[in-house]
């Protein structure tokens, strides 16, 4: 068994994470109730688009990409100025519709958007398809050394790991953890669960042990962090620790994450109570089926994943790696279809293999 070690450095200290979700919620509520009166008030759609960023990274929130969508659609209708298709470009982009995206920053540049505003949702595209990654590189440096703020590093990090520069990826992290110096949880949760990902999964051999610590951090810090509480489940499973597990998952239960029913399913099972375990694989199906049919692009990724695992279907898996990299050509996407596809090469030998042997008996 692995032994889990903790960090000297306490970590700088923040607002108390479940308060912190109380109040993203009333903010996230306020805000649509300002855009209900007066769409173009100056800055409620933004502050909408950024509280429901929070509300899905961190809390689970999947039906933040069709809020959106009404947000985009609603406000190009009361809004003709470069404000709505900046919206409309950052809602594309949360859905990983990067060619509209990108047609969307084109229409906000003839009209008059700012241009910094434009630049960083550019780069922020190109990071995640994996192009240009020199160009990005050298900006996303630049802005760093400019602001020093963790909403710079962590991006910087990001691409580090994406770059396979582990150990600057691991520095810059923990310069933009330990020089943190506002209140709120949400970055500092963010920050941590970037460590734990890059210490337990992205790394070429990974540290179970440091990982769990960057996650149990950032579930500290935000309790109901549905990512960090998936990824920490995945590590005590790993090691036979199946009830602390399973007591990660269920509070996560309620965000309507198909992962979360997934990762259970496997919990159950291992625990040998098959009946609860494919209630929950059920659940999970049911629930990246239906993610994937209003948002393909948007989980691609993940349900291919799912459907080379536990979701036991190797075609569907295949095709959705694939769209997944035709849509956004990075490392880590070319590296999951290839897997996908040995899986599925193996699959269909086995098969066939079967369907001979059944076909010469006698």
């Not at 982009?93 to 910094?116: I, K």
């Not at 949880?185 to 051999?205: D, K, S, T």
């Not at 959705?320 to 030998?349: F, M």
Request: hydrophobic letters at 50%; proline letters at 4%.
């Amino acid at each position: 068994m692995t032994a889990f070690v903790e960090l000297d450095h306490p970590g700088p200290s923040a607002t108390d994470g479940e308060i912190a979700a109380i109040n993203l919620e009333s903010a996230r509520r306020g805000a649509w109730a300002r855009f209900a009166q007066n769409p173009r008030l100056p800055g409620v759609a933004e502050e909408i688009v950024d509280s429901e960023h929070l509300a899905s990274q961190f809390l689970g929130d999947l039906d933040v990409l069709d809020r959106l969508d009404v947000l985009a659609l609603q406000f190009a209708r009361a809004d003709d100025s470069s404000r709505a298709t900046l919206v409309q470009a950052e809602v594309a982009s949360a859905a990983h519709r990067f060619d509209d995206a990108r047609g969307y920053l084109a229409r906000a540049a003839q009209t008059g958007a700012p241009r910094e505003a434009i630049e960083r949702q550019a780069l922020a595209i190109d990071q995640a398809c994996g192009v240009g990654l020199d160009a990005v590189l050298a900006a996303r440096r630049g802005f760093a050394r400019a602001s020093g703020r963790l909403e710079d590093l962590v991006p910087l990090g990001a691409l580090l790991a994406d770059l396979e520069r582990f150990a600057e990826a691991d520095a810059v992290y923990k310069q933009a953890f330990f020089s943190y110096d506002d209140v709120s949880p949400f970055p500092l949760a963010w920050v941590c669960f970037q460590l734990g990902m890059l210490w337990g999964e992205l790394v070429p051999a990974p540290d179970p042990a440091l990982a769990a610590v960057w996650y149990r951090r950032a579930i500290a810090y935000l309790p109901g962090y549905v990512k960090a509480r998936v990824h920490l489940a995945e590590i005590h499973a790993s090691h036979d620790r199946t009830g602390d597990a399973e007591a990660l998952l269920l509070p996560a239960l309620s965000s309507r994450d198909p992962e979360v029913n997934w990762r259970l399913a496997d919990v159950l099972a291992a625990q040998g109570r098959v009946d609860e375990a494919e209630r929950q694989l059920d659940a999970a199906r049911f629930g990246f089926d239906r993610l994937l049919e209003r948002h393909l692009l948007a989980f691609a990724d993940h349900a291919a994943e799912f459907y080379a695992g536990s979701g036991n279907d190797g075609r569907r898996a295949l095709e959705l790696a694939r769209t997944n990299v035709a849509n956004r050509p990075t490392r880590r996407a070319v590296k999951q279809a290839d897997a996908i596809a040995l899986i599925a090469d193996a699959a269909g030998a086995s098969d066939l293999h079967e369907a001979c042997g059944a076909g010469t008996s006698v």
